[in-house]
Nanobody, 122 residues
């Protein structure tokens, strides 16, 4: 299995940028499809972005397309989410997750980090 630890969250103003990191340990990171999900207070967890094992294929939720970029470093065993032009509606706990297949569905992901809080003030 793989262990995941997110970092990089914080409190920022609208329009600012943040980069989230997800450090992986355990089984070979490069064999997994990796995804970012988020959960806002009182809402269900939602898909944000996903990347294939080599970063060659990515997919984004419409709400973040053009503002967020998912990337991965298979040598350093780290997943990233660059978030630009942040909006108050991006406020949520952000989770990274690992899966064997390319998917937007959270229940198909087998391994999860503990999450990192992102708060965007208006």
């Amino acid at each position: 299995q793989v262990q995941l630890v997110e970092s990089g969250g914080g409190l920022v103003q609208a329009g600012a940028s943040l980069r989230l990191s997800c450090a992986a340990s355990g089984r070979a990171f490069s064999r997994y499809v990796m995804g970012w999900f988020r959960q806002a207070p009182g809402k269900e967890r939602e898909f944000v972005a996903t990347t294939s094992w080599n970063g060659g294929t990515t997919d984004y939720a419409d709400s973040v397309k053009g503002r967020f970029t998912i990337s991965r470093d298979n040598v350093g065993n780290t997943l990233y989410l660059q978030m630009n032009s942040l909006k108050p509606e991006d406020t949520a706990i952000y989770y990274c997750a690992a899966n064997d297949g390319f998917s937007r569905l959270d229940w198909e992901y087998d391994y999860w980090g503990q999450g990192t809080q992102v708060t965007v003030s208006s």
